[in-house]
């Protein structure tokens, strides 16, 4: 790929970055409530955006908020009617909530429509070909590129983790990918999604995004693009909409993450706690979608994966993300630093808005467990790459699962 990009969250031409920084010492978690997959330039210069009306302002949408979090809200500044109104669109850096202790992400039902949940951008990002140039340590030749092919519907037959991320930025209404994990402190219950941190973080010249959102089998009977439009979110969201209300990404993504580029990337992943919209039947989100996978940190050498199988919604031309799409490939190494965790890379056509999808490849059990994400890819597509999750990714992973123990 000419360039390198966080193939896939939220948005249009963008592309996500990663931090680095093995240490797990060195890991700051970061806590969000609603943001995810719009990498977007989160600069100093970039003081307000424009997305899209929220159902909240013209359909009277309520704002969920646990009690326990209305005293943030307001040490914040964050006069919760006003935000429930629109406020939520309002991007001053100084009001772009950046740390751990930091994110709110008050639940507004209806914000997510069927309209709203289509015509979310991909946040994709890319990396000129110059900035690998310089690149050291092991770096296999390019894969030849594999076309994505369309998961047959019903999507939650064959992929039931699998799903949509969706988030709010200053450019927009934004999409990625991700996927449902398996939660040691509640077996057989969980309520864990994986993604991307660019999908839910802007990085290091930004903050958390807002109204993150998890759509579990999203468009799961694969209608036309043109039968969407009017289509209800029962049928667009068949297993309900699913708030963050909780959610971290490493450190490193957060110190050194940035909208175009790869730098981050070996660090570019993100846990998120959900929750149903509109309170649900009483059932995790892994009991409604009926599985929810493993996750491997013991990150397997490259020689020891016989094939990697990465699933998301992709967005971006010739794509439109409003169906779900896999790539199966042996996978190679791609290094971008010789400071940092080598990454793995396979052969793909999917593009923006795949971002945070997860990767599967079969453990020495032969069960499935999910082994990465999507992290980066060229401007012009035929590859992706994907963090190798290790020790920091597993520290996240802990500490979300022992914040929610007790829920």
Avoid at 46 to 64: C, H, L, N, R
Avoid at 299 to 316: E, F, K, L, M, Q
């Amino acid at each position: 790929m000419p360039s390198i990009r966080p193939p896939f969250t939220a948005r249009r031409g963008r592309r996500a970055r990663r931090g680095s920084s093995p240490a797990l010492s060195a890991l700051a978690l970061v806590s969000v409530l609603a943001l995810t997959a719009t990498a977007c330039d989160g600069g100093d210069d970039q003081a307000s955006g424009s997305p899209s009306a929220s159902a909240a302002e013209s359909d009277g949408g309520k704002v969920q908020l646990p009690s326990d979090l209305v005293d943030r809200l307001r040490q914040h500044g964050i006069d919760l009617d006003k935000w429930k109104n629109g406020a939520w669109k309002n991007w001053d850096k100084n009001d772009w909530l950046r740390e751990a202790q930091d994110f709110i992400n008050p639940i507004i039902e209806g914000l997510w429509d069927p309209d709203r949940m289509r015509d979310a951008q991909d946040p994709d990002r890319g990396v000129d070909d110059s900035d690998l140039a310089g690149d050291q340590g092991v770096t296999d030749p390019e894969p030849a590129p594999v076309d994505a092919k369309t998961v047959p519907a019903k999507y939650h037959a064959n992929v039931p983790e699998a799903g949509k991320l969706l988030f709010d930025s200053p450019e927009g209404s934004m999409v990625c990918s991700a996927t449902v994990v398996q939660d040691p402190a509640h077996p057989g219950k969980s309520n864990l999604v994986w993604t991307a941190g660019h999908c839910v973080h802007a990085g290091k010249n930004g903050g958390w995004y807002r109204n993150i959102a998890f759509v579990p089998s999203y468009n799961d009977s694969a209608m036309a693009t043109s039968a969407l439009q009017s289509a209800t979110r029962e049928q667009v969201a068949p297993y309900g909409v699913w708030w963050g209300d909780w959610a971290q990404t490493s450190q490193q993504w957060i110190a050194q993450g940035g909208p175009t580029g790869g730098d981050g990337a070996p660090y570019d992943f993100a846990v998120i706690h959900v929750t149903p919209e509109k309170g649900g039947s009483g059932k995790s989100l892994e009991e409604t979608v009926g599985g929810a996978l493993p996750v491997d940190f013991a990150a397997p050498a490259v020689a020891d994966v016989a094939s990697i199988t990465a699933t998301g919604y992709p967005a971006a031309e010739p794509f439109d993300g409003q169906k779900l799409y896999q790539c199966a490939d042996k996978p190679g190494r791609l290094s971008l630093s010789t400071a940092d965790p080598t990454m793995y890379r396979i052969g793909c056509t999917m593009t923006g808005g795949s971002s945070g999808g997860g990767w599967i490849a079969k453990g020495a059990d032969g069960k499935p467990a999910l082994v990465s994400n999507t992290s980066i890819g060229p401007a012009t597509s035929g590859w992706l790459a994907g963090p190798r999750l290790g020790e920091v990714a597993k520290g996240v992973y802990e500490s979300v699962s022992k914040k929610s123990a007790g829920q």
